[in-house]
């Protein structure tokens, strides 16, 4: 699978990139009440829009975006800023370690531990005392304008929910336990609807490592799939 035109692959991330700064300024802007259910569900769209701008990024560093490095790379830099401060080149670095060592100890994104270790670890090692700086002093910043209520359930909660989304479907259930192929990896159930709201395809882990230079919203067509390898 060849990478994606240029401006298809731009077209897509300026989409997932309006759609999530369209949906944050008009909830900053809602004055809710705890006991509407759509809280919740918008709550939870916020999220999948979240992990949407962290694949964006995902997708810059495979150089997917477009074939013009500089724009490919500002693409990165921004959707990882909105995301949560997070210093793009770092990521870029640490995430082709994980393609290129992956399932070893020089794998940032791998450990042999349960969930909840294995998530602390993960976390641990992308997030900096810098960041968590940053992120404080901008939520203290914001909230001259936006109710704290807002900010806390729209733009943190989904924040720290979508390291969750990220974690479990595109880390933690890929590469837990024994693997019998080269990537170390297995995907889910081949289903197209659960695999884009589960993490925009990318539960279909073994094709990624198979064919990292694939846009998230082309991985459903990626072949071979590996025969027994649906996540458990």
């Not at 914001?142 to 479990?168: D, E, G, R």
């Not at 490592?209 to 458990?232: F, L």
Request: one cysteine or more; hydrophobic letters at 45%.
């Amino acid at each position: 699978m060849q990478k994606s035109p240029s401006n298809i692959g731009l077209l897509v991330a300026l989409v997932v990139i309006g759609c999530w700064t369209t949906s944050a300024i008009l909830l900053m802007q809602w004055n809710f009440s705890f006991t509407n259910p759509l809280v919740y569900i918008l709550l939870l769209v916020q999220m999948h829009l979240y992990t949407g701008l962290f694949i964006t990024a995902h997708d810059a560093m495979h150089g997917t975006i477009s074939p013009n490095r500089g724009i490919n790379n500002l693409i990165g830099y921004l959707c990882t800023f909105l995301y949560a401060a997070f210093w793009y080149p770092k990521l870029y670095a640490k995430h082709h370690l994980h393609h290129n060592h992956v399932h070893t100890n020089h794998d940032p994104d791998y450990h042999n531990g349960h969930f909840w270790n294995w998530y602390v670890r993960f976390i641990r090692n992308y997030l900096s005392i810098w960041q968590i700086v940053a992120m404080a002093a901008l939520f203290n910043l914001l909230k001259f304008w936006i109710p704290q209520q807002n900010l806390l359930l729209f733009w943190v909660a989904p924040s720290l929910l979508s390291t969750l989304q990220l974690f479990y479907f595109g880390t933690y259930q890929p590469h837990k336990g024994e693997h019998d192929n080269i990537y170390f990896a297995r995907s889910q159930k081949k289903n197209h609807v659960l695999a884009f709201f589960s993490c925009y395809f990318f539960g279909y882990h073994y094709e990624h490592h198979h064919s990292p230079g694939t846009p998230w919203w082309m991985m459903w067509k990626v072949e071979p799939r590996v025969k027994n390898q649906e996540s458990r």
